[in-house]
């Protein structure tokens, strides 16, 4: 079935390196991802999308990088900081549908 | 604006209760969600709605019942509540249908059911 997974449940880097956060997907039919930050007792807050047209998508400090290929996409942090710790969701719209799936998240833990 | 809010923040129940959560939203936006929250799950859509008035089902509605009396407002019922409904509630609620760009969340409602 269709899935929207993450490789690493939880990632821990060192304040001011760069954070990789991994995503795989099932659909090769998916044309549509979007990240999301969840600080420790907050909702979801959207960061960053793409569309399957695009290999890459950069926003301030972040990047999106889409392999349609393999179907995997990552989430990259350039320069994390302490205020980046939260866990980090993948997610993309079911098929046919507007609802979306959302991946089981990865815990950011950045060391000062 | 206060954007999206939810009430109560955390409430424990015994099983076979009841109770209603409560989400509000003042950026006049049209659409209106709940999820659940679960370790290792992922956020579910339990229902959503289109429009006051107008409510439908998402991936997990067994056991929940929704309203959309008010346009700003979606309430979330549990009328005999279950250990397994123990989890953290989110609302949301966007201006537009179909992406994940637009959907803003609330803080969460922390259920327990004992």
Known sequence: GESVGLHLPTLSVQEGDNSIINCAYSNSASDYFIWYKQESGKGPQFIIDIRSNMDKRQGQRVTVLLNKTVKHLSLQIAATQPGDSAVYFCAEPRPGSYQLTFGKGTKLSVIP | ?114
């Not at chain 2, 290792?40 to 859509?45: E, H, I």
């Not at chain 2, 509605?61 to 279950?82: C, M």
């Open chain 2, 1 to 114: 604006n206060a954007g999206v809010t939810q009430t109560p923040k955390f409430r424990v129940l015994k099983t076979g209760q009841s109770m209603t959560l409560l989400c509000a939203q003042d950026m006049n936006h049209e659409y209106m969600y709940w999820y659940r929250q679960d370790p290792g799950m992922g956020l579910r859509l339990i229902h959503y709605s289109v429009g006051e008035g107008t409510t439908a089902k998402g991936e997990v509605p067994d056991g929940y019942n929704v309203s959309r009396l008010k346009k700003q407002n979606f309430l979330l019922g549990l009328e005999s509540a279950a250990p397994s409904q123990t989890s953290v509630y989110f609302c949301a609620s966007s201006l537009l249908l179909g992406t994940g760009k637009e959907q803003f969340f609330g803080p969460g409602t922390r259920l327990t059911v004992l």
